[in-house]
């Protein structure tokens, strides 16, 4: 084989595989936000055809030899094409350890097990849910077996959401995070509560789609490529490349601020991917590089901005415009402490900043219990009920607003949670650092996200998946990552909001 | 090979396609209804690469020595078995005479030139949408000269799209409808004009939704199986198989019969689909078997049965609750007569049943003449407009409302209209058959779709695409079809409603 033939390959092999991509995304978007009630079967047919392509275009003989080929000549590749080769070739090399029929049977497992997670948590029905989750499960543990055999299996699944995290370096984070955050909640909890009854009310959903668009545009997200669906679970995807981006949200019609938040969160997704260097499109370095610099940037967007007084400020006007029976009577300074307010509560993604980690640290002990064979699946509603209690000191009245509250362990994400955290408190250094060369708070208070999205696109989005998470996280911030950024922030604001 | 083996790789084969059908089905559902405006390019980049695999599939080697070798097996097969050789073996024939390069550039300009299309119609700029359609018009007649050398192109298109047609047959189908229509729309236009104010207002789009989903309860489509989403213009699909089908419409705010006609239209298309018998699932039997067959149950249920006046006193107290401004003071025979006004306009959807058959005559002289080299792409607009002033006598106000209007040529369908005109004249006489019977007006007075939609199950629907449509005809009707039936329905109906 040539070289130069070779490298002509490499490229049309992401094409395609980019095309499956969107294939299986659009059919997975489609379940989730148009499709008929009972086509879940039918789509779970034909995604687990394209999947055994996938599988085979992956992993078959002429694609393992094709990268193999240009591993051995890694010298003469660009710093590009050498990371595609080494992504591709560490996905082959753990996909040939699963057998393909149980590769294709568990990608039909999780179309199935999120559609009935859907009715599930609709009917707060976890006997249903409970033989699909336990499968899920048992899938999860069995890859790992097969991926990495001899290897603690939660840390397989920890390392492979975020490269280099482990059990021993989440509890030690979440350590960290549990001494600062435990005295500081403790302390809130008994000076006088905000109130947040100016964002509380009836707020129509074509009114909350109308604040969305424009909330999606006032952060930078060019609407021509990027779009916004309702979902039960808000999310984002890519589909085929960063070129066609979509979001979901879901509008509680008596509270504005959870829809608004969302939007905001998965705007952070989007603006990374979408951010993407344009020659990166269509190969394995489009979109960004691991969970937890991802929730880095979505968090990002959603709190560090989202929740900081010159946005509020900013999106005033708007929802006095929007809503003007509800927000006549306020100040900004009201809205700010209302979507600031540190209360516990049943709803991980509805969570305050301050106590959102206990909620992602249940999570984080459940599923390291499972996975480790000390918890059974059918005893995970009442542990969670229990968690609940012991952190946050309050009673889940039933799963839908407990255990099946998030869609993640319906598709496998187990070992995603943690990342939540990580991200959040990459999010806080990364401020840190742009704060040293960027009025944030005055251009933000002005509704110009240039600045801001300049600075994450130059050394954060553009890159993709060129660099390593630990790499980026290195060059952004000019030394280790640090938990500390993280908690002398929420000190600082909280302290403030609360005259502590 | 063993004959037990091949059987089981047919069927394997069939699903395989239906995944890929899948695909390329909601990619192209997610441009027409969702993707963000400029995700065009991306979208058609990945169908270009999935229509590649398509090709491959259905064309290699092993595909056609598997069905060669059942081809001569095909005495042992059964019916259905040997109907699916049959038209996969035709369909490879075929595409095996296009160059793959061609092929695949065909539908990678189809994708393009529907995005065009939309943003031409929009703006009504023929002129960018004219250099799409001379390489679709172009493309198309390639397509014939590689497909049928010798055979004249518009010939081959108009018998791929209804077996059996051809230029001759359209030439004396028309001739009879035109025969007996013209004096009839002559003597209506000279009859007191029907008063259709009560079907015009203002009708908000949420208020239309919720009757466009009441509709298709109504006449009999499973909801849970059946989605409806908003285009520009109607259509419907079939996704990867018939369990999962979408139909569409578009919601005019001043004219509640538009999209009302369009909803119970794309209804019947979807009846056909999804009353294919279960075991055709996953095969190439699966869906109506020709394009005149499912024009004839889609104008069946929009004009036979959803302009009758039994229909309409069924679905008047409806009216009346959704829009109680509009029809408190009307009756069900002002909305039947209103529905059935007719009148020479310009948009074809919107045609009533008399003059329809006129925009049908006035796009397959286009095409014929396009196709036959008689015109030119770029003189479309002037001659669509002298033909309107001439079969209608109205002048069209600008290409929007003109040689824009339809979607169809954008992707391909030259050769397709002439069966709207055959499909209501199949669907007039499976009427007359079918109230040898069945009674009907009764049924439907009363909401009952029961036997009428048995019946069409038994005679039609389940057979899928297993009888070929002169077979199904025949079969149907225990005699020839003949426009005759058609022409007398309209006559009679007309003549009563005009008084004439």
Same mark, same amino acid.
């Given at each position: ?302 709190? *560090? ?160 998946? *060129? ?34």
């Amino acid at each position: 084989m040539e070289l130069k033939e070779a490298r002509e390959r490499l490229m049309t092999l992401q094409a395609k595989m980019s095309a499956y991509d969107h294939a299986l995304g659009i059919l997975n978007y489609d379940g989730e936000t148009t499709a008929p009630k009972a086509t879940a079967d039918n789509r779970a047919r034909s995604m687990g055809v394209l999947s055994e392509e996938v599988y085979r275009l992956q992993t078959g003989e002429e694609t393992v030899s094709l990268l193999e080929f240009l591993d051995e000549h890694k010298d003469e590749l660009t710093e590009k094409e050498q990371r595609m080769v080494f992504l591709m070739l560490k996905d082959i090399r753990q996909m040939k350890k699963i057998p393909m029929d149980e590769y294709i049977a568990f990608q039909m497992l999780l179309a199935k097990s999120q559609d009935v997670w859907h009715t599930a948590k609709e009917t707060s029905d976890f006997a249903l849910f409970e033989p699909y989750l336990t499968q899920v499960y048992d899938g999860v543990k069995k890859i790992a077996g097969y991926c990495a055999p001899g290897k603690d299996p939660y840390d397989y699944w920890l390392n492979e959401f975020e490269e280099g995290v482990s059990k021993e370096y989440c509890d030690k984070f979440f350590g960290e995070l549990r001494e600062k955050l435990v005295p500081l909640i403790k302390k809130i909890g008994e000076a006088p509560q905000v109130d947040d009854s100016c964002i509380k009310g009836h707020f129509p959903e074509y009114k909350q789609e109308e604040f969305a668009r424009y909330l999606m545009k006032l952060i930078g997200l060019d609407l021509d490529h990027v779009g916004l669906s309702t979902t039960e679970h808000p999310f984002t995807t890519s589909l085929g490349s960063h070129f066609d981006e979509r979001i979901t949200t879901n509008y509680k019609l008596d509270n504005v601020s959870s829809s608004m938040f969302s939007v905001v969160h998965e705007g952070g997704h989007a603006l990374y991917d979408t951010g993407s260097a344009d020659d990166l499109a269509y190969t394995v370095l489009d979109g960004g590089v691991s969970m937890g610099i991802h929730e880095s940037q979505s968090r990002f967007y959603e709190n *560090l901005i989202g929740r900081s007084r010159p946005f509020i400020e900013c999106i005033f006007p708007k929802l006095v415009e929007l809503f003007p029976e509800n927000f006549a009577d306020c100040t900004p300074e009201d809205v700010y402490r209302a979507v600031n307010k540190v209360e516990p509560s049943l709803i991980r993604t509805e969570a305050d900043e301050v106590t959102y980690c206990l909620h992602v640290m249940i999570r984080y002990e459940l599923e390291k219990r499972v996975v480790g064979g000390e918890l059974e699946v059918k005893d995970l509603p009442a542990e969670w009920n229990r968690l609940y209690k012991e952190y946050l000191g309050i009673d889940v009245p039933d799963d839908k607003h407990g255990v099946l509250q998030d869609s993640h362990w319906s598709f496998a994400a187990i070992g995603y949670f943690p990342s939540y955290a990580l991200g959040s408190a990459y999010g806080a250094q990364f401020m840190k650092k742009m704060r040293e060369t960027i009025d944030v708070d005055g251009c933000i208070a002005k509704g110009d996200f240039g600045p801001v999205n300049a600075w994450n696109r130059e050394h954060i989005w553009k890159y993709g998946s *060129l660099l390593k998470p630990g790499e980026l996280l290195e060059k952004v911030l000019g030394g280790p990552f640090e938990a500390s950024a993280y908690v002398e922030y929420l000190e600082k604001k909280y302290t403030d909001i609360y005259g502590l």
